[in-house]
């Protein structure tokens, strides 16, 4: 089956460690997208990429890192910068990244700072 | 810059009726585009439907229809018929021809269908 997979679901972190969530789509999807969602909140864009070997910031960039050096994966590293990354990580992908295309959503990773 | 708001933390509605989520944005832009995405308690985001801003006529997917007012600045979710199984939170989204294709989201509004 086509589709996203994120992992780990569940990961906890001490403070001041850094932490790689993995993203890996089968769909030959270019463009891909790491989304951050608080409780009670709506997602917000942390980095995108259009095509191998590129990525743009979005608009909470700050103590998060990305590489995109193959086409179906595109992992998020939560440095020990950002101030809060207690939160639910959500990779997506959509064909071209074209203005009308619905994203395809991966089922989650819940990253705990203890 | 693009806003989405979504006044409606939480809404009920009984098990077959119908339930309209309010969702009104805000751009410069000439050419953008609206979605709708469903969260179930599992985390999975599910696109829904799609709005583009030079659609003449309403979307429609099965029980789900958007009301598109461009001169409100709305696009609001209908679900008819509503199932147990649409219980769930939901988000209005939108992009635009000047965002850079980022989609931005509102805050969402927790639907709990009632049997």
């Known amino acids: 089956d086509g589709g996203i997979t994120q992992s780990p679901k569940y990961l906890f972190r001490k403070e001041g460690q850094n932490v790689t969530l993995s993203c890996e789509q089968n769909l030959n999807h270019d463009a891909m997208y790491w989304y951050r969602q608080d409780p009670g909140q709506g997602l917000r864009l942390i980095y995108y990429?259009?095509?191998?070997?590129?990525?743009q910031k979005g608009d909470i960039a700050e103590g998060y890192s990305v590489s995109r050096e193959k086409k179906e994966s595109f992992p998020l590293t939560v440095t020990s910068a950002q101030k809060n990354p207690t939160a639910f990580y959500l990779c997506?992908?959509?064909?071209?990244?074209?203005?009308?295309?619905?994203?395809?959503f991966g089922e989650g990773s819940r990253l705990t700072v203890l | 810059a693009q806003k989405i708001t979504q006044t409606q933390p939480g809404m009920f509605v009984q098990e077959k009726e119908a339930v309209t989520l309010d969702c009104t944005y805000d751009t410069s832009d000439q050419s953008y585009g609206l979605f709708w995405y469903k969260q179930p308690s599992s985390g999975e985001m599910i696109f829904l439907i799609y709005?583009?801003?030079?659609?003449?006529q309403n979307a429609t997917e099965g029980r789900y229809s958007l009301n598109f007012q461009k001169a409100r600045k709305s696009a609001n979710l209908v679900i008819s018929a509503s199932q147990l199984g649409d219980s769930a939170m939901y988000f209005c989204?939108?992009?635009?021809?000047?965002?850079?294709?980022?989609?931005?989201f509102g805050s969402g509004t927790q639907l709990t269908v009632l049997p």
């Open positions: 997506a992908s959509s064909i071209e990244g074209r203005l009308s295309e619905e994203l395809f």
């Open positions: 990429s259009q095509i191998v070997n590129d990525f």
């Open positions: 989204a939108m992009t635009s021809s000047g965002s850079a294709r980022q989609l931005t």
């Open positions: 709005q583009g801003s030079y659609d003449e």
